[in-house]
């Protein structure tokens, strides 16, 4: 198994690895030292200016770890460098090896080398679930703010007995994630299907706790997931079910979907619609090319066809009128290999057409997956299947996906800051696609606020 570790400088990716590897029994490949070993002979041998020949070097070189010590001790033509490529003056150099394409290239091999040697690994730096192993099996990207990273960097340097001043240190970090970001050859950038793990506010011992639960984890529920888009069936369904659906849409319901561009190409996002109608699971997913996870009532799951089609359109099953944490913790999980899951975080479809009190297991699904919200609203379809009615009526539909609420920003907002934030910002969209409910949900949402009911305003914890 692979599991890789990507990142901007100071995320705490080498000590995390580290960890994690001890953690899971496996081996720990810490490419940045390939890198600075690399930087290292530029330096020594007068080559800093000479990328060509910077590259023939590298050809006829040899980068060993020894792994038999802890950290595994880093060695360049059989000389131990372990220290020699930590000081200031190669970090500053890593560039020479990092942005040079042929240079990579014979890394990039190496790295595999190890790999398939090595059978199990952790391996970190800037292009291992991008370039290296885009396969892997589990992929992550840390990330933490420049002021955060800076700390830790000015922490440990002060441990090693070297003298620092923040700025120029947030000065190096910026410079030299500017240059990763930016460069031709293996930028750093988050690997499709990576689960993003903002370490700001989480201690070493959290993130490695975090990772090593999705790695081993299993999600406990009693029906099978084939993993999406696997399957000819699970395909035809999603593409003629799309194609049905559109059509429908269309001509009974004129639907017009806008803000699609707010869907990220890849990687997880937690969708929460509010709840007009029946119609509104399929309107979700029908104008996207990504398919979509959501959750269906329990009695949906016993057995025979139905469960079969709900099954392979990416349902699971949620008990309804209590705190169901299976289904919370399914839809972590599948945030986690990268999907899109749709929640009605209402809990219950309207019955005026206003938008309810978010409920806070919410937040609970965003705190633990680190997932970016995105708010969708959907107008039209309460008048046109209200609830309580046997059948549709013909009446026009908008659906709207709206921007998403970044991860960093949603963090810091207590569970029930967090629902009332998405509230306010269903509610703003509302108006924006000319509800005729907006200033009803509006000042539904005001008397909760005035009364200071809180649970009101953000329902309680259901996880
Ligand atoms: O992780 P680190 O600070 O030891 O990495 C040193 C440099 O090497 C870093 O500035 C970027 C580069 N690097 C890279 O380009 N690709 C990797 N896979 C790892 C590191």
Same mark, same amino acid.
């Given at each position: ?34 890198? *600075? &070993? !690399?930087? #290292?002979?530029? @330096?020594?041998?007068? %080559?800093?200016?000479?990328? $060509?020949?910077?590259?023939? =070097? ?103 007995? *070297? &003298? !620092?001043? #923040?700025?120029? @240190?947030?000065?190096? %970090?910026?410079?030299?994630? $500017?240059?990763?970001?930016? =460069? ?110 959501? @959750? ?168």
């Amino acid at each position: 198994m692979i599991i890789t570790i990507d990142g901007p400088a100071g995320a705490g990716k080498s000590a995390v690895a580290q960890r994690l590897a001890q953690s899971l029994g496996f081996k720990h490949l810490d490419t940045g030292a390939m890198y *600075r &070993a !690399v930087a #290292l002979a530029a @330096l020594e041998e007068g %080559l800093d200016g000479d990328p $060509d020949g910077l590259a023939r =070097r590298v050809g006829q070189m040899q980068v060993n770890f020894d792994w038999s010590s802890e950290p595994p001790r880093v060695q360049l033509d059989g000389r131990d460098v372990t220290d020699a490529i930590r000081t200031p003056r190669v970090t500053q150099a890593t560039h020479l090896a990092a942005s040079n394409p042929q240079v990579r290239a014979v890394l990039v091999e190496q790295q595999r080398r190890i790999a398939a040697a090595a059978g199990s690994l952790v391996t970190e730096g800037r292009d291992q679930g991008t370039v290296v192993f885009p396969t892997a099996e589990y992929k992550f990207y840390l990330d933490a703010s420049l002021q955060e990273r800076t700390r830790r960097r000015a922490a440990q340097w002060r441990d090693q007995g *070297r &003298a !620092v001043t #923040l700025d120029s @240190l947030a000065a190096q %970090l910026q410079r030299r994630d $500017d240059r990763d970001r930016n =460069r031709g050859v293996g930028p750093l950038t988050i690997p499709p299907g990576a689960i993003v793990i903002d370490t700001t506010p989480l201690t070493l011992q959290e993130v490695v706790e975090l990772m090593r639960r999705t790695v081993q984890g299993q999600p406990r529920v009693s029906y099978t997931y084939r993993g999406e888009g696997t399957g000819w069936f699970q395909t035809l369904l999603w593409t003629a079910g799309r194609f049905l659906l559109q059509t429908i849409a269309i001509l009974f319901f004129r639907v017009r979907i806008t803000g699609r561009e707010n869907i990220p190409r890849h990687g997880a996002a937690l969708l929460a619609t509010n709840h007009q109608s029946l119609l509104d699971p399929w309107l979700i997913g029908i104008a996207l090319d990504r398919q979509i996870h959501y @959750l269906a009532r329990e009695s949906l799951f016993r057995g025979g066809f139905v469960q079969y089609v709900f099954e392979r359109t990416n349902a699971f099953p949620i008990r309804r009128g209590r705190a169901d944490t299976t289904a919370i913790r399914e839809a972590i999980a599948r945030l986690q290999r990268g999907y899109l899951v749709n929640i009605f975080p209402e809990a219950t479809r309207t019955v005026d057409g206003t938008i309810a009190p978010i409920a806070a297991g919410l937040a609970v699904i965003i705190h633990r997956a680190r997932v970016p919200l995105i708010p969708v609203v959907i107008e039209g379809a309460f008048e046109a299947w209200p609830r309580g009615k046997a059948w549709p009526r013909l009446r026009s539909i908008r659906l709207h996906y709206g921007r998403p609420l970044p991860y960093a920003e949603l963090v810091q907002l207590s569970p029930d800051a967090l629902a009332v934030r998405l509230r306010s910002e269903m509610i703003r969209l509302q108006r924006q696609l000319g509800s005729p409910h907006a200033a009803a949900s509006q000042q539904r949402f005001a008397a909760d606020w005035q009364q200071g009911r809180r649970r009101a305003v953000a329902r309680e914890i259901t996880a």
